[in-house]
């Protein structure tokens, strides 16, 4: 089993993954720009050889951009909801901290603490070819509204993953169509579970939600939606 998540974070919060990658002794790749963060990831997983490390953002060209996130002083000191550790972005007026925000009075309570961080970009290929990473079995974005962005960046003649999750609230409208059409030419089905979207391969039977999905895989099972 090797799977790559991009937007790692600190490996434990909002993570749909940490539970299996701790008890099933995962192989994959976690990226996480944000240094304080990617710090917490390196402790959450400290002593697991079996995962790689990127301290970058996945984006069309290397270099350096501007991150939007909440200062993590307010987050420590309560001033701010405890979610808004999750909330990083190259996309600002397209997540939470944009006006388009589903949490209309945080968002007030948060935009005083709003931040830009220059953080580190890399291209998917470039840190696939950097790891010499030949197959992949589940692939993850948690990105922010950034999502199709990284998404289309996968090779999808070279890999081809049995389980695709990303998020899906935070997307322009624009980018849920082109989501959708990308994965449905490449022979993937799609259901929306709640803010995610999750994906598979049309021959293979989907699970009633994301839990069930990775559970489907570890044991081989084949299960439809009700």
């Not at 270099?63 to 909330?87: F, N, S, T």
């Amino acid at each position: 089993m090797f799977f790559v998540q991009v937007g790692a974070m600190d490996g434990i919060s909002f993570d749909p993954l940490h539970e299996h990658i701790i008890r099933h002794n995962w192989r994959g790749l976690l990226v996480e720009p944000l240094s304080d963060l990617f710090a917490e990831l390196k402790q959450t997983y400290d002593g697991m050889d079996r995962l790689l490390f990127e301290n970058v953002a996945v984006a069309d060209d290397r270099g350096q951009r501007d991150m939007y996130r909440i200062c993590k002083e307010a987050i420590h000191l309560g001033k701010v909801p405890y979610w808004a550790k999750g909330v990083s972005t190259f996309t600002e007026p397209r997540n939470m901290l944009g006006p388009n925000s589903f949490h209309k009075e945080e968002l007030e309570l948060m935009r005083p603490y709003i931040i830009t961080e220059t953080v580190r970009c890399e291209t998917l290929a470039a840190l696939f070819s950097k790891h010499q990473i030949r197959s992949i079995d589940i692939f993850v974005t948690d990105v922010e509204g950034y999502d199709y962005e990284v998404l289309r960046q996968l090779d999808f003649t070279t890999y081809r993953p049995s389980l695709i999750r990303i998020e899906w609230a935070n997307l322009s409208e624009s980018h849920k169509r082109m989501t959708l059409d990308l994965l449905g030419r490449h022979g993937y089905r799609t259901r929306v579970l709640k803010l995610d979207l999750v994906a598979w391969k049309r021959h293979d039977q989907p699970a009633p939600n994301w839990k069930q999905a990775i559970l489907t895989k570890l044991q081989g099972q084949k299960e439809r939606l009700n």
